[in-house]
C-alpha cells in the first residue's frame, strides 16, 4: 500500500473527485492549470537575481529582450495558461484594472468558472530573495452559461468559492488548497516536476503563540488592535507571544497555520479600509483559514459573508487561530472605536 506522503496531487485529484461540487472533471483541469502555471514560475522565482527579473517594466536589456518585473510575469504565465486551456470563462487579477473575458474553444461562453488570483504577492520581497506567493480563487459563474462573463460573476462573497489555494515559493514550493472538504498541501519535487501530498488535512494547533503585523503601523491601528497587541506583549500564563512578520501574506498565514497564530492587516492612516484585497487576497486565505479550523475576520464580520462592491476592494483581515482571534474581536468590541485608523 502506497503511504499518503509518496501521493502525487494528480493522484489526490482523481480519488477526491467525487468532492468536487460539479463533478465533471473540469474544476480538476482548471487545478492542473494552475499547477502548469505555478510550476513556470516557480522555476522562474527559483532563478531570480540570475536573470532579468527584477527590473522594471518596459525596459529594454541589452539584448533586446524586454524586462518584466516578476509579478508581470507570473501574471502573464497564469492568464496564458487558464487561457489557452480554455478552462475557464473569466479571470480577475490583481494587476489587471479589468476582468478578462474568456471564449471557449467553439467561441462561446461555456465554461462554468471564474477565477480569481493574485499570481505574485509580496512580490517586492523577491529583490531579497524572500518567500512570495500566488493566491488564487474559484468560483462557479452565476451568468448564464452561453454568454460573456459579468462583473456579477467576480462580485460574489467568498462563501461562494468552489476552490481556493495558495502557493509558496519558499525554501521549497508547496500549494496548499481546498475544495471546501478540509486543507491539503503538497510539496513540489523540482526534478520530477510533480507536487507530492505532504501536509495531509492541515488543521491550526489548538492554541496559537505568534501574531504577525507590521507594527511599524502600531500608531496608526485602533485602540483595540492596539490593546490586543499589549495582550500578546504580557507577561502571563503562556505569554508573551512571538511576534514574526514577513511582509508576505502567504508565508505569514502559511507558518501560522503549521504554528498556530493570528495574521492581522488592520485599517491604518494610509490604508483606512487595510491594505489587502477582499477578493484576490482576504477571501482564499479566509476559506482556507476556515478549512483549518480558524476564523477570519475583517474584526466584526466574517470575511467570507462581505458582499464586494468593486474588484479591487480592501478590506481589513485578522485571520488564524480561532482562540487568538476571538481574543483581538473582543479587544475591538470592547475598545468600542470600531475599526477605524488613528489620525
Ligand atoms: P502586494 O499585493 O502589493 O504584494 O501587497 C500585499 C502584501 C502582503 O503579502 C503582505 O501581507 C502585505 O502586503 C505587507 O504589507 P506591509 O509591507 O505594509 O506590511
Ligand atoms: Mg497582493
Do not use: W
Not at 272 to 298: H, S, V, W
Amino acid at each position: 500500500m502506497k503511504s499518503n506522503t509518496r501521493k502525487t496531487l494528480d493522484e489526490f485529484i482523481i480519488e477526491k473527485q467525487e468532492d468536487f461540487q460539479y463533478s465533471t472533471g473540469e474544476l480538476s483541469r482548471l487545478l492542473n492549470s494552475i499547477l502548469l502555471a505555478a510550476r513556470v514560475v516557480s522555476y522562474k522565482v527559483n532563478k531570480a537575481g540570475l536573470v532579468d527579473i527584477t527590473g522594471s517594466v518596459g525596459v529594454v536589456n541589452v539584448q533586446g529582450e524586454e524586462q518584466k518585473k516578476l509579478d508581470v510575469y507570473a501574471n502573464d504565465v497564469f492568464i496564458q495558461t487558464l487561457v489557452n486551456r480554455e478552462i475557464v470563462c473569466g479571470i480577475a487579477s490583481e494587476e489587471n484594472d479589468n476582468f478578462i473575458t474568456i471564449q471557449g474553444f467553439d467561441n462561446g461562453h461555456n465554461n462554468k468558472y471564474v477565477v480569481l488570483m493574485d499570481p505574485l504577492d509580496g512580490s517586492s520581497n523577491i529583490d531579497v530573495n524572500v518567500s512570495v506567493g500566488t493566491v488564487f480563487s474559484i468560483y462557479h459563474r452565476v451568468s448564464p452559461l452561453g454568454s460573456p462573463v459579468t462583473m456579477e460573476d467576480f462580485l460574489q462573497p467568498g462563501i461562494n468559492q468552489v476552490a481556493a489555494g495558495y502557493i509558496l515559493y519558499g525554501t521549497s514550493t508547496m500549494i496548499v488548497y481546498t475544495t471546501g472538504k478540509g486543507v491539503n498541501g503538497f510539496t513540489l519535487n523540482p526534478a520530477i516536476g510533480s507536487f507530492y501530498l505532504s501536509h495531509p488535512n492541515m488543521k491550526y494547533p489548538e492554541r496559537g503563540s505568534i501574531y504577525s503585523v507590521n507594527e511599524g503601523n502600531y500608531v496608526h491601528f485602533p485602540q483595540g488592535v492596539k490593546n490586543f497587541i499589549k495582550y500578546c506583549q504580557e507577561e502571563k500564563d503562556d505569554r508573551p507571544y512571538s511576534s514574526r512578520y514577513i511582509g508576505s501574506l502567504v508565508s505569514d498565514c502559511h507558518r501560522n497555520l503549521i504554528k498556530g497564530g493570528i495574521f492581522f492587516y488592520p485599517p491604518t492612516t494610509k490604508a483606512p479600509k487595510g491594505k489587502l484585497r477582499l477578493l484576490y487576497e482576504c477571501n482564499p486565505m479566509a476559506f482556507i483559514t476556515e478549512q483549518a479550523g480558524g476564523i477570519a475576520t475583517d474584526g466584526f464580520k466574517r470575511t467570507l459573508e462581505i458582499q464586494p462592491t468593486e474588484l479591487h476592494e480592501r478590506t481589513a483581515f485578522y485571520c488564524g487561530n480561532s482562540d487568538m482571534v476571538k481574543k483581538m474581536m473582543e479587544s475591538i468590541e470592547k475598545a468600542g472605536d470600531g475599526n477605524t485608523a488613528r489620525e
